[in-house]
């Protein structure tokens, strides 16, 4: 048994490739996984960039290459790496919403929104895809929108936290304030702290 010696992903997979026959693509995508979860971002992208390069269909590791990407802040790098994924998995719902979330990290707020419904098209269960778009639709300030696609999202999970704080705030902005009130109670009982400390902020013109 080789249990003892793996102590993390990066051992496992560094004993896969080392002991292989010969290359396995999944083996440095698996591998560059778990590297990027350690913060190793410039050996994660040598890794996916072996995956590809022995797969170069694999829309995974291209998926994957883009998170990493994201993770070390090249964001344009990340947006191309994520249209290589939909180009060779169109369904890839996942990649829409990550290519949505560096996309927003670059200003581009209309393609990050498109990326997002196109996501939430692809996956109408995909919770998180709700709240990226409610928060890019209230920077863009589409409040209304924005609270929106935020009921989307605990429409699907009714705990989400996030979700109220986002809510609130898009109502907030909307002037919808007695219903901002309200999310940002049900957000703090469910563990927001950004919703419990809007709570604690005195109402505008009370007494301090």
């Known amino acids: 048994m080789q249990v003892g010696v793996w102590r993390s992903g990066v051992t496992l997979w560094d004993y896969v490739i080392e002991r292989g026959p010969f290359p396995v693509p999944f083996a440095y995508n698996n591998r560059g996984v778990a590297r990027k979860a350690e913060g190793l971002y410039d050996l994660a992208l040598r890794d996916f960039d072996t995956a590809i390069a022995l797969k170069p269909d694999y829309a995974l590791a291209y998926y994957n290459r883009g998170l990493a990407h994201s993770g070390a802040g090249m964001y344009a790098e990340a947006v191309r790496d994520y249209t290589k994924a939909i180009a060779h998995k169109p369904d890839y719902f996942e990649a829409y919403d990550d290519r949505g979330l560096a996309r927003d990290r670059q200003g581009m707020h209309d393609a990050a929104i498109r990326d997002f419904t196109r996501a939430i098209a692809l996956n109408p269960d995909y919770s ?15 409040y209304e929108q924005a609270a929106g696609a935020y009921t989307g999202a605990f ?27 309200m ?7 469910l563990g927001s ?16």
């Open 128 to 142: 998180e895809a709700f709240c990226n778009l409610g928060f890019v639709l209230d920077l863009d300030g589409r």
């Open 155 to 181: 429409a699907l999970q009714p705990k989400n936290a996030a979700a109220f704080f986002g809510r609130a705030r898009a109502c907030r902005k909307a002037g919808r304030t007695a219903e901002a009130v």
């Open 183 to 189: 999310d940002l109670r049900r957000g703090c009982a």
């Open 193 to 208: 702290e950004g919703a419990c400390s809007e709570l604690r902020k005195p109402a505008p013109g009370s007494a301090r």
